[in-house]
Each structure stands twice: as structure tokens, then as C-alpha cells.
């Protein structure tokens, strides 16, 4: 009998101390309605802070009511995801979040956009639909100053960068012609948009980049000439400032604007389907990484078969060019959302996947969705990889790496206790961050 148990108990232990070794720590924030979180970055003091969008009322860990439809919620925490503060900021309409970073005076910038009039926290009426809106708050989350960007049709706003003088530039996509603060017609469908202001939110130039179908603009960062990269996709043909034919149904655009908004150059990267290409950074050489997912096979600029949606990486040089690229993924459907490269040049992309153990994907699903982290070499070969989820859905939209050396993951779930999951859910989705170590 002893004999017996003493295996039993070692068999236990295994799992136990594997998964101990990876995930240090998560936690799940929410109320009794949709909270989704898109946006983390760490805070000077360890901690880190968090952003998405909510319709919850005061319920679970919310503390304050909607102001209607959805709001922004912003929550800071410490260094162990315990929470510190939190703000609700919206107006009557929807309010969506895309992007919340510490600024360089210690408080923070967010970003989004937003259909509310003046409401709530809302201060100025849109100028049509959707309107980018920008919120500077201080160390503690109470605003400063914000601002409603847009033309009489709908602006969306996704990648937001502070810049050398204290400003920011804002990156997303618009339709609007010539109305409200745009100063330039679309070249038809949606362009990219891309507006720099000062310190204090005050335009100070934009730039209407697109063809004549649909061009959106998902992630743009600051390059090392001092000028910026731009990356989203487009269905857009040679038209307006495209230069050449899309591939398939929707392809990577990449273009290079110099500090005043001008194009220096540009790359439209796919294959016969569907490319998308969600978050761009510059990489230590000099070019730059692209990630997104796809559904093309072989052909155009793709040189391997898709397993159904995957991740798809392709690195670039200073001008563009393709240097070498990769297909990860399973049987089904892998969505990638955020790549960033790492210290030993290799890079960190995650995202979510339903795939079970096939192609590339060494774990099954726990159910659903689950996040999907890759870890690459600095050619893109896999180093190691993580499946984290429980039984149903759950969403990584943003990772950070943290001064210990390991990752923060943030995205949203419905899963209560199960597979990795180990709280339950307050309502229908919840923020959900896990810290795993380096390894």
C-alpha cells in the first residue's frame, strides 16, 4: 500500500512543479458584464498598469458605474497584479481602448476612440462617428487634459507613441474627406491616419496615407532616424499613395514616413488570401520585425503553406526588403496580436489559438481559445512555446517583458477555474493578466 501511494504522489507532483516553474502568478479583474482588456505596460515603481474597455456597473472588483455603452478602465496594479487603483472614463456612447503607457512626468496617456458627445468625462462632441480620443491623467489616474480628434466619419485609433519633445504621435485609420480636423480627403475606403500633436494634445501636423479600397493602420513606433514605421493591411490596388497591387484579399502595408509625415518608402508583403499585420517594431539592426496572421498559401511573397490562420513573421531590412520570414501554427485558428523583439535579439510573439497539438503547436487546446506565446530565435526558429487557458475563451492582446526578465500577458477571458485558470469569472468576460518567468 505504501509502495502504492508513493508513486501516486510522485505522479502528482510532476505536473505540479512544471507548471509552478512557468506561470508565477495571474489574476482576473472584472464586474458582472464585458471587460476587456487590450493594453499593459509596467510602471516605473514594478507595478503595471492596464487598459481596455468595460460594461460593467459596480460589481466583482468594479467601482464605478458605465457612463453608457462601454468605458475606458484603467487599473493600476503592483508588482503582483494586486490592484492599487482603477478609473472608469467614458461618455454615453461607446468608448473603446487601444493603447495606455506612463508618460514621461509620471502619468499616464490613453488612447482610443470614442462615439460619445459631451457626457460623463466627455468634454467635446464627436465630429461624426468614431473620432480618435486621446486622455492625459496624472500618477494616480485623474485627468489632465484629453482630446477629440476626427472628421464627420469614423476614425479609429490603435498605436499611440510619446515622442522626443514630449508629444505623441497617433496612428489608426480614417474615412472621412475634408470636415472637423481632418484636412484631407480619403483616397476612398479607409486610410491610414497619421497625426502628431504637442504636449498638451494641440495638432501639429497629419498625414491621409491610402489607395482607393481599404487601408487600416493597426501599430506604428518610433524609428531610430527619428522619422516612424507604420504597419497594418490594405486591399487598396496602385491608387492615391499605393504603389503597388495588392497580392490577394487583404495584404501587409508597411510604410516608412519621415519625422514630418512624408513617405519615404513603402512594401505591400502577402500571399494569394488573407494577410494581416497587427504590430510592428524596429529591431536592433536596423529593420524591422512584422507580426500578424494569414491564410495564404505559397504564392506572392509567401514562402510557406498556411495550416489554416496562423502566425506569420517576416523580417525586413531598413528599406523593406524581406530578409526571412515564418509560418507558425496549428490545424485551426492562431491570431496573432503582438510581437516585440527580446536583449539576446531573438523576439516574443503572442496571440490566441484553438489549435491542438499539429503543425507547429506542441500542446493541445485547454478549450476554446487559449494565449499563445512563441518564443523565436533572431531567425525566427522556435525556441519555446506556451499554451495558456482554460475551458473556454481567452484572448492575449498584449505582453510585456518585465525587469525580472520574464512576461506579462494581458488579454480577456470567460473561463472560470480550469486548465490554467484559477479564479472564476465576475461576468461575461474579465480582464485576465498572467506573469510567467523567462524560461
Known amino acids: 500500500m505504501k ?56 460589481s466583482g472588483d468594479k467601482t464605478e458605474n458605465s457612463n453608457g455603452g462601454s468605458d475606458w478602465w484603467i487599473i493600476k496594479t503592483d508588482s503582483l497584479g494586486v490592484m492599487q487603483w482603477q478609473n472608469t472614463i467614458g461618455g454615453s456612447n461607446p468608448d473603446l481602448l487601444n493603447s495606455v503607457f506612463q508618460t514621461t512626468d509620471g502619468g499616464y496617456m490613453i488612447a ?60 489608426g485609420y480614417s474615412e472621412s474627406n475634408i470636415s472637423g480636423d481632418k484636412i484631407e ?34 501599430s506604428l513606433a518610433q524609428t531610430s532616424d527619428g522619422g516612424y514605421i507604420l504597419g497594418g493591411y490594405s486591399d487598396s490596388n496602385i491608387s492615391g499613395d499605393k504603389t503597388e497591387n495588392c497580392l490577394g484579399s487583404t495584404d501587409y502595408w508597411i510604410v516608412k514616413i519621415d519625422n514630418f509625415g512624408s513617405i519615404q518608402w513603402q512594401n505591400t508583403i502577402g500571399g494569394l488570401f488573407e494577410d494581416k499585420l497587427y504590430s510592428i517594431v524596429q529591431t536592433l539592426d536596423g529593420g524591422y520585425i512584422l507580426g500578424g496572421w494569414s491564410s495564404s498559401n505559397i504564392s506572392g511573397d509567401k514562402t510557406e503553406n498556411s495550416n489554416g490562420y496562423d502566425y506569420w513573421i517576416v523580417k525586413i531590412d531598413g528599406l523593406g526588403s524581406i530578409q526571412w520570414q515564418n509560418t507558425i501554427g496549428g490545424d485551426y485558428f492562431d491570431f496573432l496580436h503582438y510581437i516585440t523583439q527580446t536583449p539576446d535579439g531573438g523576439y516574443i510573439v503572442g496571440g490566441s489559438s484553438n489549435s491542438d497539438i499539429s503543425g507547429d503547436k506542441s500542446e ?51 473561463s472560470n477555474i480550469s486548465g490554467d485558470k484559477t479564479e472564476i469569472c465576475n461576468g461575461l468576460y474579465d480582464y485576465w493578466i498572467v506573469k510567467i518567468n523567462g524560461n
Request: charge should be negative.
Open 364 to 414: 493541445n487546446s485547454n478549450g476554446g481559445h487559449d494565449y499563445w506565446i512563441v518564443k523565436l530565435d533572431s531567425i525566427g526558429v522556435i525556441q519555446w512555446q506556451y499554451t495558456i487557458g482554460g475551458s473556454e475563451y481567452d484572448d492575449l492582446r498584449s505582453v510585456v517583458r518585465t525587469t525580472d526578465g520574464g512576461f506579462l500577458l494581458a488579454g480577456f477571458s470567460d
Open 3 to 58: 509502495k502504492h501511494f508513493l508513486i501516486l504522489f510522485a505522479s502528482f507532483l510532476v505536473p505540479v512543479l512544471s507548471i509552478a516553474q512557468v506561470i508565477e502568478w495571474q489574476n482576473t479583474i472584472g464586474g458582472s458584464g464585458y471587460d476587456w482588456l487590450y493594453s499593459i505596460s509596467q510602471t516605473s515603481d514594478g507595478g503595471y498598469i492596464l487598459g481596455g474597455h468595460s460594461r460593467s456597473n459596480i
Open 112 to 171: 482610443g476612440y470614442s462615439a460619445s458627445d459631451i457626457s460623463g468625462d466627455k468634454t467635446e462632441n464627436s465630429n461624426g462617428s468614431f473620432d480618435y480620443w486621446l486622455v492625459k491623467t496624472d500618477n494616480i489616474g485623474n485627468i489632465q487634459w484629453q482630446n477629440t480628434i476626427g472628421g464627420n466619419n469614423s476614425e479609429e485609433l490603435y498605436s499611440i507613441a510619446q515622442t522626443p519633445d514630449g508629444g505623441y504621435i497617433l496612428g
Open 185 to 218: 480627403n480619403s483616397n476612398g475606403g479607409y486610410d491610414f491616419w497619421i497625426v502628431k500633436i504637442n504636449s498638451l494634445g494641440a495638432i501639429q501636423w497629419q498625414n491621409t496615407i491610402g489607395g482607393n479600397g481599404d487601408d487600416r493602420l493597426y
